[in-house]
């Protein structure tokens, strides 16, 4: 038996790097600064978990890691909640002072999460993780950033923390660390098309899990396409019911309803990633016309379709109906969707034409608006009038695209999807059996070694509001398809997103990335070897 593992085979004990270096070896996205802290602190069976400040939402996180932490370990790890002191009121010196310390709460011990004295650098997800033989304290400004904090503490224990059933011998050590982290980007994105191949609540829960271990925020659902439609809209019963009755291959498909969609919604909020649902148009949108022989030009509707071609279905820019079907479906889907965006598609509308695409985008855009969202669309619109405060969605592999330039001059907000890089969809090599290849094959360092700010020369810094990496499920249908195809690159895609640039490297990344696979053993995901990594 190795030392450290244990006899199923899981790590019990972390590598024997210690102080910052064991955290920049481990944890991923790497965190912004690293210094010594105050000792290594152990869980045991007598850490208690004190959150302090906050409501409900910090106190949901204080239980979501009691819940993370007592199977592996079997601790019972008691929460309990302590009011904030008041600012300026505190017994030695009042909170706010920024200087890290409990600003009067003094330290509990344990394991503590607590909202005082937080630097308002921080901002809404940043946080402070402090470690000392007494306690491990993660600070931050709100609940998300405790959240955040929680993700760096649950990497730096060894992998067998994720098994669900007591592993006895494991040594529980937090290495030495004073870390304070705050995301490069607001925006980090995964997106889940569920259109080409219907995936269950599960399936996506699944993957909002595996999500929110690498501090992504965003879960962006593509739920409408050529090959089926995939949320029950109550204005238009057969968008489901009929559109969404088959998927790429011709299989049984499906769709959610909408008490499906809020309950994913939830899942989602719980681990602080915002929904952003999709209907996409005009083009990508077969489903819907076959669904409604009225939303054709010629009022004919179109056989389902289960192939994968893209580009030939267009709604009809010219007939009023078009904009009560896309004003109804996104006012219902507004009304289900507690974050800001809605994103409207745009892409490869081969089969619009140019005039048409512009009428059709503009409409739509003032449609989202008109509910109070904020939209996105992929970086197509550019060519439209994106409205004010929109963003658009880069897909391209060009690294030149005149309008997304203009648009961002004029204040356009770029989210990057570099499809040579960030979609995880791309065959790694021609021998990976899932996956498309228009784009390249896109191995491991692929998807980690660029970066966001020089994808399109040009755009100025601030335009780029952050990266996502697109599954897109022509070839894809099981979690352990999934999977193979986002591990190991999500969580790259991930560091771009929120680790400073200055710590991009290549070497020192493969690494970390090698250190989280018996994680992913322990949690049952299954993730391509590449060759480029050193695998344990
Ligand atoms: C292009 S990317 C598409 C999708 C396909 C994807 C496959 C984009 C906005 N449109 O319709 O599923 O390629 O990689």
């Known amino acids: 038996l190795a030392a450290g593992a244990s006899a199923a085979g899981v790590q019990t004990a972390a590598s024997a790097a210690s102080g910052p270096a064991a955290v920049t070896a481990r944890v991923v996205p790497v965190p912004a600064s690293v210094r010594p802290g105050g000792g290594t602190y152990r869980i045991g069976a007598g850490t208690r978990i004190t959150v302090i400040g906050g409501q409900a939402q910090a106190r949901a996180v204080g239980e ?34 920024g200087d890290g310390d409990l600003a009067g709460t003094g330290d509990p011990g344990g394991i503590v999460l607590t909202l005082a004295g937080a630097d308002p650098a921080l901002g809404a997800e940043g946080y402070r993780l402090r470690t000392s033989a007494r306690s491990v304290v993660i600070t931050a400004r709100g609940a998300a950033g405790l959240f955040h904090g929680v993700q760096t503490l649950r990497q730096l224990l060894p992998a067998a923390i994720e098994v669900r059933t007591p592993v006895p011998h494991a040594d529980w050590t937090v290495p030495d660390a004073d870390i304070t982290d705050t995301p490069r980007y607001a925006y980090r994105g995964a997106m889940l098309d569920v259109a080409r191949h219907f995936l269950t609540v599960a399936q996506v829960e699944r993957y909002i899990d595996e999500l929110a271990l690498y501090k992504i925020n965003v879960l962006h659902l593509h739920l409408t396409d050529d090959q089926g439609w995939r949320i029950a809209v109550a204005s238009w019963p057969r968008l489901a019911s009929y559109g969404g009755s088959t998927e790429v291959g011709g299989g049984p498909g499906g769709h959610w309803s909408q008490d499906d969609y809020r309950e994913i919604v939830r899942y989602a909020a719980a681990r602080f990633l915002t929904v952003v649902p999709e209907v996409d148009g005009p083009g990508h949108s ?9 939303l054709n030009c010629d009022g004919v509707a179109p056989p389902l379709y289960t192939g994968t071609k893209v580009g030939f279905s267009s709604l009809c820019a010219g007939l009023e109906r078009t904009y009560t079907f896309e004003s109804d479906v996104l006012g219902e889907l507004a009304a289900l969707t507690p974050g800001p965006y809605l994103h409207i598609g745009g892409d490869e509308a081969h089969s619009t034409s140019p005039a048409d695409y512009e009428t059709f985008v503009d409409r739509v855009q003032r449609i989202v608006g008109s509910y109070g969202k904020t939209v996105i669309g992929w970086h197509q619109i550019a060519a439209a009038h994106p409205v004010p405060g929109a963003l658009v969605q880069y897909w391209g592999t060009s690294g030149t695209e005149p309008q997304v330039l203009a648009a961002a001059r004029a204040g356009t907000g770029v989210i990057m999807s570099p499809a040579n890089r960030a979609y995880l969809d791309m065959k790694y090599t021609p021998a990976t059996p899932y996956g498309l290849s228009w784009a390249g094959y896109v191995e491991v360092a692929d998807s980690y070694d660029w970066d966001p700010a020089t994808v399109l020369p040009g755009l100025s810094a601030g335009a780029v509001r952050g990266v996502e990496a697109p599954l897109w499920t022509e070839t ?11 591990f190991p690159r999500l969580p790259g895609i991930a560091e771009i997103g929120w680790s400073p640039a200055a710590t991009h490297d290549w070497a020192a990344y493969r690494v970390r990335l090698a250190a989280q696979a018996p994680r992913w053993a322990a949690l049952g995901i299954g993730w391509y070897r590449s060759p480029q990594v050193d695998w344990p």
């Open 476 to 486: 894809l249908k099981t979690d352990a398809q999934l999977d193979v195809m986002a």
């Open 64 to 97: 979501w890691t009691a819940g993370l932490l007592r199977p592996a370990t079997g601790y019972a790890l008691p929460v309990e909640q302590r009011v904030l002191p008041r600012a300026g009121g505190g017994r030695t010196g009042g909170a706010g002072r």
């Open 286 to 294: 077969n489903a819907a016309l076959a669904s409604y022989a009225g």
